[in-house]
């Protein structure tokens, strides 16, 4: 349904980030060398270089953590259209993560978590890794049968059950 490409995730995680690590083998490799002939301004002038390209690497694995898809689809739908597009819908590990997703028109985004389809008391994260984080609204997560998908209101940031055949906007 959806066609599969190259993103910006995928670029990161495929080229950019061994590229950075490469990089940084080299001039540390470098510096060794460089200790015994070099003064130390030219081991800091090196050692400047390395934090800069590590603060690049760094820096570009912050900017791609989540994108605001502006399409509403139910969650079935996102998912198959992140795992397509990206990698799955958003995981959230803590509250500075979570705000990053309050950007957009949307009332309402599809996060990753959804209830488990044997334990109907867990939650779990689309993308397979649980990182203890929630952040419930006030009588929630709902007990109620079908509300099974998890959405962000983006107002508060706080998370509610919904019916996974809601449409709704939603985060990479």
Known sequence: RFTKHFTH???????IAPICLFIVLCYLFRLNIELAIYDIY???????????????????????????????????????YCRYHYEDLSTVQN??????????????????????DENASEWNWSGGR??????????????LSGLDCVRVLIRTTKWSAAQCSTLSHFSV
């Open 9 to 15: 995730s995928r670029l990161y995680k495929h080229f």
């Open 130 to 143: 649980d990182t203890g984080f929630r952040r419930w609204g006030s009588e929630e997560p709902s007990s």
């Open 42 to 80: 030219n081991t800091m002038k090196i050692t400047g270089i390395v934090l800069f390209i590590l603060g690049l690497c760094k820096l570009n694995a912050t900017l791609i953590r989540h994108y605001y898809i502006n399409e509403k689809m139910t969650w079935p739908d996102a998912q198959e």
């Open 95 to 116: 509250l500075s993560e979570l705000q990053l997703l309050s950007i957009g028109t949307a009332v309402y985004s599809w996060i990753g978590l959804h209830r488990n």
